[in-house]
């Protein structure tokens, strides 16, 4: 089969290449995926550049990319029902935990990892679905039932924020985004009530003067350089989920004000979610897309042998939704 591979850390242009692999073979509790298309999301590009803090080289000596895709069952292992052959499957933790990801025409993985896609869907909404997806569903309801709450969404722009715009608003909250006055149109889009500019000096009056009694629940993708910002919106016992940190890994953290406000810091990391969590994730965004109420939307499609411009595409940023190979 074809795959994209990387044997060492570096710039995609220098670690990335496209070679003839063998097609993997489904062992017991498996299934082979033909891929349709292949998800690459941030966490792909960082593994493969080698930032992870304290990781020098690669898990294995040979790694194909990405955790996300979509596809075809075509063959399953001994202890998977062989009715299972021919089902339309969106796929989770392709490469997570794993050398051999989804930037391949081919991929064996636990039969649970390949989830059956409504008839409806298609191959390249399926392919979002891993991460931006689960992420947006866990971190929207992870904490119960969001209606008539107010729900703080940073990053409205993003994918997975995106979703969790439209997911929120399925939910029946309220919904304050904050975005790049760029993003503006995309954003409301969405469904946000209200869009803020996250680089306004005065963005925690603004929120405050929107939801004067608190945030209820807020979706952070910078909780580091937001962490001050959250503390000040975020009303008696509300909750923080918080799904990503880049630009400060290290926060300072402002203890007393959210001690005084028993504030819940909800750490997420979809890779790892509990099986109940990511049940009820996976209904979410099922019960919403059959609703009409979730759209993801994809920014651009690569062929396979096109990788390097799809990891370069997401370090420059801007993007405005997934980004997609297809074998």
């Known amino acids: 089969m074809r ?9 995609a242009s220098q670690a990335l290449t496209f070679e003839e692999c063998s097609t993997p073979l489904p062992q017991d509790g498996e299934v ?19 930032i992870r803090p304290g990781v020098t080289k690669p898990p294995y000596d040979m790694v194909i990319p990405h955790s ?8 399953v292992g001994a202890g998977v029902e062989e009715k299972r052959i021919g089902e339309r499957v969106w796929i989770w933790n392709g490469q997570w935990g794993r050398a051999l990801g989804t930037a391949a025409e081919y991929i064996a993985l636990p039969s649970d990892q390949a989830v ?9 909404s399926g392919a979002t679905l891993g991460i931006p997806g689960l992420t947006a569903a866990h971190c929207v309801f992870g904490g119960g039932d ?12 993003g994918s997975v924020a995106h979703n969790a715009i439209q997911l929120a608003k399925w939910g029946g909250a309220r919904v304050i985004a904050t975005a790049s006055p760029g993003g503006f149109d995309r ?5 946000a009530d209200h869009v803020l500019d996250y680089s306004a000096p005065d963005l925690a009056k603004q929120i405050s003067a929107i939801s004067p009694n608190g945030i209820d629940r807020a979706l952070e993708v910078e909780f580091g350089p937001n962490v001050d910002l959250l503390g000040r919106v975020i009303r008696p016992s509300g909750t923080i989920a918080a799904y990503g940190s880049a630009l400060e890994m ?60 799809a990891h370069e595409q997401i370090e420059r940023g801007g993007r405005s939704g997934a980004v997609l190979l297809a074998p």
């Open 3 to 11: 795959a994209i591979v990387y044997r060492r850390f570096g710039p």
């Open 32 to 50: 082979l995926v033909k891929i349709e298309f292949s998800g690459a999301n941030p966490s792909d590009v960082k593994s493969r550049a080698g």
């Open 68 to 75: 996300d895709g979509s596809g075809i069952i075509e063959a």
């Open 116 to 124: 059956e896609m409504p008839s409806a869907m298609s191959f390249e």
């Open 146 to 157: 969001v209606k008539d709450q107010t729900v703080l969404i940073s990053g409205g722009a």
């Open 187 to 191: 954003v409301k889009e969405a469904g």
């Open 250 to 309: 290290n926060p300072i953290f402002p203890f007393g004000p959210y001690l005084f406000k028993a504030i819940t810091i909800d750490i997420v990391l979809v890779y790892i979610l509990e099986p109940a969590q990511r049940s009820l994730a996976v209904s979410k965004l099922y019960d919403a897309f059959a609703d009409g109420a979730l759209s993801p939307a994809i920014h651009d499609i690569y062929p396979l042998q096109d990788c390097i411009r």
